[in-house]
T-cell receptor, first 114, second 111 residues
Framework: SQTIHQWPATLVQPVGSPLSLECTVE??????LYWYRQAAGRGLQLLFY??????ISSEVPQNLSASRPQDRQFILSSKKLLLSDSGFYLC?????????????FGPGTRLLVL | KQEVTQIPAALSVPEGENLVLNCSFT??????LQWFRQDPGKGLTSLLL?????REQTSGRLNASLDKSSGRSTLYIAASQPGDSATYLC??????????FGSGTQLTVLP
C-alpha cells in the first residue's frame, strides 16, 4: 500500500532563517506531488506541483521554492523565512501521472515563524 | 479563477441527526469534486470523489451529490456520531488540473 511521510511534524524558526521541509511517498511510482499551505483561518492554497523529477510548477509567487530530486521525494525550501510563512504545510500525491485521480495527503508540518 | 464557498462555516448537532453540508463553486468546468475530512492538526482524508459525469457517490453513512451545471455539491451525513466531528472540505478539480478548496465546515456532533 502507499504511504506518504512528512517531516518534521512541527518546526519553530526565526524570521530570516532557512527552511527545508521534506515529503516522501512509498509504494508507488511516478506520482504527481503537491505542496499546499493552510494559514490560520484560511483555506488550503496550492503552492507547487510536480508531474516528474525536476518538473516543478509554481502557483503562488513567494519566497518559497520546491524541488523534486527523486521520483518520490518533494522538498519545500526557503532561503529566508517571513512571518507570513507561518502555517500548516501539507504534501499530497496522486497516482500514475494523471491529475484526475484523488489526492492523498500527508500528516502535515506545522511551521511557526517568530 | 475558481472560487469555492462552503455553508455553513460551523455546525453543531446532537448525535443521531442527519445533516447536510453545502458547497458551491463558480466555474462549472470541472473534472471531478472531492470531499475531504480534516481532524484538528492533521492532514486531509479523502471521503468521496464524484466524477463530473456522476450525480452522486455513497460510502457508508456518507452521500455526496453533484450538480455541475449549477455549481453545487452537497455532503449528506446520516445518523451522525461524535466521531464525525471534524472540518469537512470540498474541492473541485478544474480545467487547470488543480484542486481548489473551500474554507470548510467545522462540524461538532454532541454526544
Amino acid at each position: 500500500s502507499q504511504t506518504i511521510h512528512q517531516w518534521p511534524a512541527t518546526l519553530v524558526q526565526p524570521v530570516g532563517s532557512p527552511l527545508s521541509l521534506e515529503c516522501t511517498v512509498e509504494g508507488t511510482s511516478n506520482p504527481n506531488l503537491y505542496w499546499y499551505r493552510q494559514a490560520a483561518g484560511r483555506g488550503l492554497q496550492l503552492l507547487f506541483y510536480s508531474v516528474g523529477i525536476g518538473q516543478i510548477s509554481s502557483e503562488v509567487p513567494q519566497n518559497l521554492s520546491a524541488s523534486r530530486p527523486q521520483d518520490r521525494q518533494f522538498i519545500l525550501s526557503s532561503k529566508k523565512l517571513l512571518l507570513s510563512d507561518s502555517g500548516f504545510y501539507l504534501c499530497a500525491w496522486s497516482p500514475d501521472g494523471t491529475p484526475l485521480m484523488t489526492q492523498y495527503f500527508g500528516p502535515g508540518t506545522r511551521l511557526l515563524v517568530l | 479563477k475558481q472560487e469555492v464557498t462552503q455553508i455553513p462555516a460551523a455546525l453543531s448537532v446532537p448525535e443521531g441527526e442527519n445533516l447536510v453540508l453545502n458547497c458551491s463553486f463558480t466555474d462549472s468546468a470541472i473534472y471531478n469534486l472531492q470531499w475531504f475530512r480534516q481532524d484538528p492538526g492533521k492532514g486531509l482524508t479523502s471521503l468521496l470523489l464524484i466524477q463530473s459525469s456522476q450525480r452522486e457517490q455513497t460510502s457508508g453513512r456518507l452521500n455526496a451529490s453533484l450538480d455541475k451545471s449549477s455549481g453545487r455539491s452537497t455532503l449528506y451525513i446520516a445518523a451522525s456520531q461524535p466521531g464525525d466531528s471534524a472540518t469537512y472540505l470540498c474541492a473541485p478539480l478544474g480545467s487547470a488540473r488543480q484542486l481548489t478548496f473551500g474554507s470548510g465546515t467545522q462540524l461538532t456532533v454532541l454526544p
